[in-house]
């Protein structure tokens, strides 16, 4: 069975702000959930399938309970920051068996104003986390940055290289009022902020930001009779890359997996993506995606970015045209729904007009999750235009 | 500098209670498949190649080489954030595996990949003791 054609994303949020301190999580849940439906025309009492992650509480029940869903599917897979993509690829595989027809996809929370309250992962007592907790990782950026110092060791990747996905980034977010930072940035200004986690600076780092957002999977008779246009989806791969019993390599993602079964599932190749939203935690994730998703060789992501490749509408591959994680949001210190959101609007050519791809038909959102520096969750998602 | 980094207690698991004892007498514990030999990290009672539940201790030889690192400028974490710079990274075992660590007795910046080093026992005062590595000088110069 493939999923091809079978399901359409209808409806897409993003909550517009990015410091919110007088909200709890599930108001911002409820908030987007109700933005993306009504953007895709539809309403809570239409949703009969909710997807979440670890930040809506004790699994979907509690969102159920506060939104009053009536449901007849739920899956709260947790693969950190790409939970969302993987819930997109489950929501379209429930629509293709008929178990459900509009499913609710949300994300929230607010690690920029408050400790991060109801996440996993905080000093939990398995193996893997008492073994990596006792050496001063500090959050995220260190194991990235050991990614980043064995890519560049391997392959010669500079961090003038890494700041040009940053530069990228800041020349789309400028066009973004609701971005957390909106100036663009040059390479030099990259290289002269301050060092976090070496090779990794600050502006190698995405930003924290409150907020969310929200995404309506439906099926094909529902998308019909809506007004909205709406994202075919194509094709879906998912992945968990791990420590591989301590033979961990940490130049590649899951991407290696999660990309060829998305393209081969929707039949495209890598020349055929018009857009591509690439997961940007870090600038050296998106140097890894990049190749792992196939658009350069193994060890060539740091070339492959120069040039204003990535840059809109005119680069070989206009990226992140939002500003990203980097530049715009990063909410619940999750990317994934943004990513999806962002490839909906160009599909509907509804991107900012200054970085509005022209034309485009088949785009290509990619989360990424956990880290890349121990253990990862990837998750590739192929869309197209409604006749794609 | 590296020498006052702090040695936060570890969580003592039922399959990993021999390993944080046997830190405590400077011995690095590995454990073994007794079916198809790998050594396995990070510890526990299965091996996650052949999927056997025969496996048993080991003492490792302590030596190994920087797989990769990093130098933490910026850290929040009590006992660590008094101690920047410090080094954070995986050191790849001669026995195999790549196991996370922190590179003491030198300076951050004179790490690099590849560099050969040796185990240094961290006493906690609650029995276990964290295995950190130094440049080892009596390395023959096969680093990769």
């Excluded at chain 1, 007849?72 to 897979?77: L, W």
């Excluded at chain 1, 530069?167 to 971005?179: E, G, K, M, R, T």
């Excluded at chain 1, 999806?340 to 999750?369: F, K, N, S, Y």
């Excluded at chain 2, 990070?42 to 030889?61: H, I, L, M, N």
């Amino acid at each position: 069975m493939t999923i091809r054609g079978k399901a359409f994303i209808a409806g897409i949020y993003e909550h517009p702000l990015r410091e919110i301190p007088d909200r709890s999580n599930s108001q911002i849940h409820a908030e987007v959930a109700a933005g993306a439906l009504a953007d895709a025309g539809l309403s809570f009492s239409d949703v009969d399938a909710y997807f979440c992650d670890s930040s809506a509480g004790f699994g979907p029940l509690s969102m159920a309970d506060y939104l009053g869903l009536r449901l007849t599917h739920v899956d709260s897979t947790e693969t950190g920051g790409s939970s969302y993509v993987v819930h997109v690829g489950h929501a379209a595989e429930a629509i293709a068996a008929g178990k459900c027809q509009v499913a609710l996809i949300t994300l929230a929370g607010r690690p920029r104003s408050a400790a991060m309250a109801g996440r996993p992962g905080g000093g939990g007592a398995t193996p893997d986390m008492v073994f990596e907790g006792l050496w001063g990782m500090s959050g995220a950026v260190t194991g990235y940055a050991m990614a980043a110092t064995r890519h560049m060791h391997e392959f010669g990747t500079t961090s003038a290289q890494l700041a040009e996905v940053k530069v990228a980034a800041s020349l789309h977010a400028q066009h973004n009022p609701n971005a957390f930072l909106q100036e663009p940035m040059t390479v030099e200004e990259v290289l002269e902020s301050p060092m976090i986690s070496s090779p990794l600076r600050r502006d190698d780092c995405c930003v924290v930001t409150d907020g969310g957002g929200a995404l309506i999977v439906v099926s094909p008779e529902v998308a019909r009779d809506l007004s909205r246009v709406s994202a075919k989806i194509l094709g879906h791969g998912e992945a968990i890359k791990h420590a591989d019993n301590g033979r961990l390599d940490l130049t590649y993602t899951g991407a290696v997996v999660s990309g060829p079964r998305a393209f081969e599932e929707a039949g495209v190749t890598q020349a055929d993506i018009d857009y591509a939203s690439i997961y940007d935690s870090f600038t050296i994730t998106v140097i890894e995606t990049l190749e792992d998703l196939g658009f350069c060789a193994k060890g060539e992501g740091g070339r492959f970015v120069l040039d204003g490749a990535l840059v809109a509408p005119d680069g070989r591959l206009p990226f992140n045209t939002d500003g990203g994680g980097l530049c715009n949001n990063h909410p619940s210190n999750r990317g994934g729904i943004t990513k999806v959101i962002e490839a909906v609007r160009q599909l509907r050519g509804e991107a900012h007009p200054a970085v509005q791809v022209p034309d485009c038909t088949i785009a290509l959102a990619h989360g990424t999750g956990g880290s890349i520096g121990t253990r990862m969750g990837s998750s590739t998602l192929i869309l197209g235009t409604e006749d794609a | 500098m590296s020498t006052t980094l702090p040695t936060p207690v570890p969580v003592s698991l039922p399959e990993t209670e021999e390993f944080w004892a046997a830190t405590a007498e400077g011995k690095l514990l590995l454990r073994r498949c007794d079916d198809c030999g790998i050594p396995i990290w990070y510890p526990r009672p299965f091996c996650p190649v052949c999927g056997s539940f025969r496996t048993s201790w080991s003492e490792a030889s302590g030596r190994g080489t920087v797989y990769t690192f990093t130098v933490v400028h910026r850290s929040g974490i009590p006992g660590y954030r008094e101690a920047l710079p410090y080094v954070v990274a995986y050191v790849e075992l001669a026995e195999g595996p790549r196991v996370m660590t922190n590179i003491v007795d030198c300076e951050p910046d004179d790490v690099v990949v590849g560099m050969p080093v040796r185990v240094v026992f961290h006493d906690t005062g609650q029995g276990s003791a964290l295995y950190r590595f130094q440049p080892d000088p009596t390395a023959t110069d096969d680093g990769s």
